[in-house]
């Protein structure tokens, strides 16, 4: 009896025994209980890597835990620390697998399993250990922006990443798409966003850098002001006027140079400088310069040779020549010394012819053919006029009178536009009146008509005849006579 019963309990023992060996050394009770803990806690995938903030994908279990009696529950621990240490529970995380939230640190990820019997989870089996890798982001790139004035070459604006980076360049600020470097050859504003690309982790900055080109437009070459005159010992300068907003610098080339000032002299020569226009703003400078030029011409000495160089007695209506000379200039003259406006010109050496009616002394200026004065006037000896006789009274009969011969005469002589010539005819006559100039040619026909005895007077309209010395010739013919009478006509300028 008693060996039936040993063997009976030999029997019950025996498995239970080999259970607990099975499941690691529980206890027996937990066998019988059917609460035993995973010996084995599975395998989960995978270890993932991306750019910060980093999303992972579902972590995925490959094999579950084994070695359990009881029902699978789970909970999923993280760390921040390291793949052994640091590990704290994660919330809510109860199942056989996990969706990470986005990670802004590199984290480690495992799973607990243990049977819903157990009151905790010590001895629960642990996973292998999955390492989220966050990769930093790259810092923005320094961008170096680029301004120039407008030379027709290509300006391109840069920017610089870290090392073991590159940049890649962006047509928005966000999203956009890839493109190059900023850059142009016309005037204009040329923009890009430039990003900084890690080549290893291909992660990029998350922000992007504008990089802009300027490209400022030339201002116009400046409108330039020569200036010329006569030497009198004052200082000219010469002048440029430019834009809105704009400067003059001159320049002592056309092209390079050095900077200098504004053409300026006081003697005799020519003065030069060249101005450019520059913007105030951009400091761009005109493509060309504008010459600009001071003419200090030399002045002619006053005329020589002056004559009458003896005073000069002369009668009311009549009238003398002035002479003077200097070469390749014009004479003008004067009734005074200084100031006043001229009474007419000639030429050097070529008479001049005046009927003044008053006693007068003329002055001779020398004038030359590009406008510039003698210094100073030379003198003529005095004119004398005789005002107790008349021209008038001894060549011209009044009115009441009538002329025993042929006479002629004209007022004002020398004249400017026109003059007005009197001749007396002592008979009925055929009469010619012609104007020559100094070749012999003829200019006018005044009169060609028979006329009747007595006092005649008639205007000359010269205004469309350079000025000089004409001839005025009278012919009187008569059944019995013919007489002929030459009058000297001087047109003053």
Request: proline letters at 5%.
């Amino acid at each position: 009896m008693k060996k039936l019963t040993l063997f009976l309990i030999l029997l019950v023992a025996l498995p239970t025994a080999l259970l607990a060996q099975y499941y690691g050394g529980v206890g027996r009770g937990d066998i019988k209980n059917g609460c035993v803990n995973p010996t084995y806690g599975g395998l989960i995938v995978s270890n993932q890597a991306g750019c910060y903030p980093f999303n992972p994908a579902l972590l995925n279990s490959t094999a579950a835990p084994t070695g359990f009696l009881g029902t699978l529950e789970y909970k999923w621990q993280q760390s921040t620390t390291s793949s052994t240490a640091g590990f704290t529970d994660i919330a809510n995380s109860n199942s056989a697998t996990y969706d990470p939230p986005s990670l802004n640190v590199t984290t480690w990820f495992k799973r607990l399993a243990r049977v819903s019997c157990k009151t905790d989870w010590v001895g629960a089996a642990t996973s292998n250990v999955l390492c989220m890798t966050v990769y930093a982001l790259p810092n923005a790139p320094t961008g170096t922006d680029l301004t120039a004035c407008y030379d027709g070459a290509a300006h391109t604006g840069s920017a610089t990443a870290g090392a073991g980076e590159t940049i890649v360049w962006y047509t928005a600020s966000t999203g956009g798409s890839i493109t190059t470097a900023p850059s142009g050859t016309e005037a204009g504003t040329y923009t890009a966003w430039a990003a900084a690309k890690n080549t290893t982790t291909g992660c990029e900055s998350s922000t992007r850098t504008l990089v802009t080109v300027t490209i400022n437009a030339l201002p116009t070459a400046p409108t330039g002001t020569d200036q010329t005159a006569c030497y009198d010992g004052t200082t000219y300068t010469g002048s440029a006027t430019a834009g809105a907003g704009e400067a003059i610098v001159w320049y002592d080339a056309a092209t390079g140079g050095a900077v200098t000032s504004a053409p300026s002299g006081t003697d005799v020569g020519t003065y030069v400088a060249y101005a450019a226009a520059t913007n105030s703003t951009t400091g761009c400078e005109s493509a060309t310069r504008t010459t600009v030029t001071v003419t200090i011409n030399e002045i002619p000495s006053a005329p020589t040779a002056v004559t009458p160089d003896s005073d000069v007695t002369i009668i009311l209506g009549d009238g003398t020549y002035l002479n003077a000379t200097s070469d390749g200039n014009t004479i003008y003259w004067y009734t005074s010394s200084t100031g006043g406006s001229p009474i007419g010109n000639s030429e050097s050496t070529a008479d001049y012819y005046v009927a003044p009616t008053e006693t007068t002394t003329f002055y001779a200026e020398s004038y030359s053919s590009i406008g510039c004065a003698s210094a100073g006037r030379t003198a003529t000896a005095v004119i004398i006029v005789d005002a107790s006789k008349s021209l008038a009274q001894n060549s011209q009969p009044t009115d009441q009178t009538v002329a025993t011969e042929v006479s002629m005469s004209n007022q004002p002589n020398p004249f400017v536009g026109s003059t007005t010539i009197n001749y007396s005819l002592p008979t009925d006559a055929k009469v010619n009146l012609d104007v020559y100039n100094s070749l012999g040619k003829l200019v006018n026909t005044l009169v060609s008509e028979q006329q009747i005895q007595g006092n005649h007077s008639l205007k000359l309209d010269a205004s469309n005849l350079p000025f000089g010395t004409y001839m005025a010739i009278l012919k009187v013919k008569t059944e019995n006579n013919e007489s002929t009478r030459t009058l000297k006509l001087v047109i003053n300028r």
